[in-house]
């Protein structure tokens, strides 16, 4: 059984920092391809980051690339979202998804039809 668990989310001003976690059971994080994706209401599903076990490659979206860094902790199942300067055009719902087995070792490239597995995110509110 398959479950991704966020935390992390809150209210943060402007300019701040915010790091969002994402816990996995029912798998190892090292044989999985991990993507954080964000939705704000009325606007579609996009693509933040994904990080790969295989290559260890992570991928940006370009609207947070130099602010965000995605990392792994494989001992703790966990994938952290670290989000730096904080704009108030990143609030929305930040989930977190996951793809295992034949795909992951094929190739994902961070689009979202490749994720099966996603939790039931987390609310991130920039103010200022």
């Known amino acids: 059984q398959v479950q991704l668990l966020e935390s992390g989310g809150g209210l943060v001003q402007a300019g701040g920092s915010l790091r969002l976690s994402c816990t996995a059971s029912?798998?190892?994080?090292?044989?999985?391809?991990i993507g954080w994706f964000r939705q704000a209401p009325g606007k579609d599903r996009e693509r933040v980051s994904c990080i790969s076990s295989r290559d260890g490659s992570t991928t940006y979206a370009d609207s947070v690339k130099g602010r965000f860094t995605i990392s792994r902790d494989n001992a703790k199942n966990t994938v952290y979202l670290q989000m730096n300067s904080l704009k108030r055009e990143d609030t929305a719902v930040y989930y977190c998804?996951?793809?295992?087995?034949?795909?992951?070792?094929?190739?994902?490239?961070?689009?979202?039809?490749?994720?099966?597995?996603w939790g039931q995110g987390t609310q991130v509110t920039v103010s200022s």
């Open positions: 029912g798998f190892t994080l090292d044989d999985s391809a």
């Open positions: 998804a996951a793809v295992i087995g034949f795909q992951v070792r094929v190739g994902v490239r961070c689009y979202s039809q490749e994720f099966d597995y």
